[in-house]
């Protein structure tokens, strides 16, 4: 399949291009990018004028629930929302049922992902064996199969020995740590921000301290012993501060926050508002403050959605019973061009947080526009306008804090692998050659 895609704005931080040029993908990977590129024979042609053309989006961290909870999501339902949010490689976690900690399991995600043909999937195995943060799992076979992390995301490693030696193994496997940083001690049964939001609404809270406390463990396993980490979903000044000193002192710490954190406030779950529960929570306005400066001055050079569907059995309950999690494919390149368009963050440097930056963190193709590199390419209208309506996303999830939200910015196409996989007219295409 050739496509010739023309008179786009492509945005790629990769290689700084930003520029209304042509873009020619053949063979699967990026063939040609100029000025008045010349269709093949054989070639589709689409006129992207006015849109922008940027490398597929990279997410480091999603839930496709499959296998055990397909009643959340599948495979083949979670990457089809991821492709209609513009996303084309996920990298998902290992809660699934059971855990993915060993071969079966990973090879089974990885051939549902080849039945869907949407989305890359790059599976991540677990820490710890059933996730039970007692003895570590078998990482090269996990490695050998596919994985290209481990994490127990959703899941804190209590035990620092357990943490130590995870980070040395992993590393021998050339896989890394994606760190859940939580005490439990300290979150106990809470249930969102501890704040005066909490106070008035009489729930439990979780302190900034849970995640801070756990964060500065594991980097000082890092400072003395070697070795990194990714640390997932960073929601607070005080984990952009640690995060900023340990990246100061040279150490190899990368972190990610996600949509919600950047967008919302612990105002959010007034009125016991189920679908901002999320973990860890949504905070204050100076720690949602702090994680845009993280994201400006490069301390957290990823976004990722921490995808997290559920059914609506889980949400549509007392908070206190409810699941945590936002269902975040969907919404998160919308909220992400709208910090762009608040000045805070420049398209180029936003971009990059969710393209050559996973790529290089993780160790993944694409990322980029450059010539033979993946042909995973988005399509974007960035004038768009559009309300959330959960009902109509393609992921199983419909928990998000967003219904009814008018969001600007739409993902007219997706390419993966230069096939089109999405379009806003069409929806999902499913076109095997």
Same mark, same amino acid.
């Given at each position: 399949?050739?496509?010739?895609?023309?008179?786009?704005?492509?945005?790629?931080?990769?290689?700084?291009?930003?520029?209304?040029?042509?873009?020619?993908?053949?063979? &699967?990977?990026?063939?040609?990018?100029?000025?008045?590129?010349?269709?093949?024979?054989?070639?589709?042609?689409?006129?992207?004028?006015?849109?922008?053309?940027?490398?597929?989006?990279?997410?480091?961290?999603?839930?496709?629930?499959?296998?055990?909870?397909?009643?959340?999501?599948?495979?083949?339902?979670?990457?089809?929302?991821?492709?209609?949010?513009?996303?084309?490689?996920?990298?998902?976690?290992?809660?699934?049922?059971?855990?993915?900690?060993?071969?079966?399991?990973?090879?089974?995600?990885?051939?549902?992902?080849?039945?869907?043909?949407?989305?890359?999937?790059?599976?991540?195995?677990?820490?710890?064996?059933?996730?039970?943060?007692?003895?570590?799992?078998?990482?090269?076979?996990?490695?050998?199969?596919?994985?290209?992390?481990?994490?127990?995301?959703?899941?804190?490693?209590?035990?620092?020995?357990?943490?130590?030696?995870?980070?040395?193994?992993?590393?021998?496997?050339?896989?890394? *740590?994606?760190?859940?940083?939580?005490?439990?001690?300290?979150?106990?049964?809470? *249930?969102?921000?501890?704040?005066?939001?909490?106070?008035?609404? &009489?729930?439990?809270?979780?302190?900034?301290?849970?995640?801070?406390?756990?964060?500065?463990?594991?980097?000082?396993?890092? @400072?003395?012993?070697?070795?990194?980490?990714?640390?997932?979903? *960073?929601?607070?000044?005080?984990?952009?501060?640690?995060?900023?000193?340990?990246?100061?002192?040279?150490?190899?710490?990368?972190?990610?926050?996600?949509?919600?954190?950047?967008?919302?406030?612990?105002?959010?779950?007034?009125?016991?508002?189920?679908?901002?529960?999320?973990?860890?929570?949504? @905070?204050?306005?100076?720690?949602?403050?702090?994680?845009?400066?993280?994201?400006?001055?490069?301390?957290?050079?990823?976004?990722?959605?921490?995808?997290?569907?559920?059914?609506?059995?889980?949400?549509?309950?007392?908070?206190?019973?409810?699941?945590?999690?936002?269902?975040?494919?969907?919404?998160?390149?919308?909220?992400?061009?709208?910090?762009?368009?608040?000045?805070?963050?420049?398209?180029?440097?936003?971009?990059? @947080?969710?393209?050559?930056?996973?790529?290089?963190?993780?160790?993944?193709?694409?990322?980029?526009?450059?010539?033979?590199?993946?042909?995973?390419?988005?399509?974007?209208?960035?004038?768009?306008?559009?309300? *959330?309506?959960?009902?109509?996303?393609?992921?199983?999830?419909?928990?998000?804090?967003?219904?009814?939200?008018?969001?600007?910015?739409?993902?007219?196409?997706?390419?993966?692998?230069?096939?089109?996989?999405?379009?806003?007219?069409?929806?999902?295409?499913?076109?095997?050659?």
């Amino acid at each position: 399949m050739k496509w010739l895609i023309s008179n786009g704005r492509i945005v790629d931080p990769a290689s700084g291009r930003d520029e209304v040029v042509d873009l020619l993908l053949d063979g &699967g990977v990026v063939a040609g990018i100029g000025k008045g590129l010349e269709a093949p024979r054989g070639c589709e042609k689409m006129d992207a004028a006015g849109f922008l053309v940027m490398p597929g989006f990279i997410d480091m961290h999603c839930h496709l629930r499959e296998p055990g909870f397909e009643y959340k999501e599948t495979v083949a339902s979670g990457c089809a929302a991821a492709v209609k949010g513009g996303i084309t490689s996920v990298m998902c976690m290992a809660n699934t049922n059971p855990v993915n900690d060993c071969a079966s399991v990973t090879s089974y995600i990885l051939e549902k992902a080849r039945l869907a043909g949407l989305a890359r999937v790059y599976p991540v195995g677990s820490v710890t064996k059933g996730m039970a943060g007692e003895s570590l799992s078998e990482m090269g076979e996990l490695a050998d199969c596919g994985c290209v992390a481990v994490s127990d995301d959703g899941r804190p490693v209590p035990n620092g020995e357990i943490m130590r030696r995870a980070i040395q193994y992993a590393a021998a496997f050339g896989l890394f *740590v994606i760190d859940h940083a939580e005490d439990l001690n300290l979150a106990g049964d809470g *249930v969102m921000h501890e704040g005066y939001v909490s106070t008035m609404l &009489g729930l439990e809270g979780i302190p900034a301290a849970a995640a801070v406390s756990e964060m500065a463990r594991n980097i000082a396993i890092i @400072r003395e012993f070697g070795g990194r980490i990714h640390i997932a979903h *960073v929601s607070s000044r005080g984990a952009v501060d640690l995060i900023r000193h340990a990246r100061a002192e040279g150490l190899k710490v990368s972190a990610e926050t996600c949509p919600h954190y950047f967008t919302l406030t612990h105002e959010a779950v007034i009125g016991y508002d189920t679908s901002a529960k999320v973990k860890p929570p949504i @905070r204050t306005v100076d720690d949602r403050e702090a994680v845009i400066e993280g994201l400006v001055d490069g301390t957290i050079e990823v976004i990722a959605t921490d995808h997290a569907p559920h059914h609506r059995d889980e949400k549509d309950v007392e908070f206190d019973h409810a699941a945590f999690g936002i269902s975040g494919f969907e919404t998160a390149l919308a909220l992400t061009l709208s910090l762009v368009e608040s000045g805070r963050i420049g398209l180029m440097d936003a971009v990059a @947080r969710w393209t050559v930056n996973p790529a290089r963190v993780a160790g993944l193709p694409g990322g980029t526009l450059a010539d033979r590199a993946p042909a995973d390419v988005v399509i974007v209208d960035q004038s768009a306008k559009w309300t *959330v309506e959960p009902g109509s996303f393609l992921s199983r999830g419909k928990n998000t804090p967003l219904a009814g939200m008018e969001l600007t910015g739409q993902v007219v196409s997706t390419f993966v692998g230069g096939r089109k996989v999405y379009d806003r007219e069409e929806g999902i295409i499913v076109k095997t050659e």
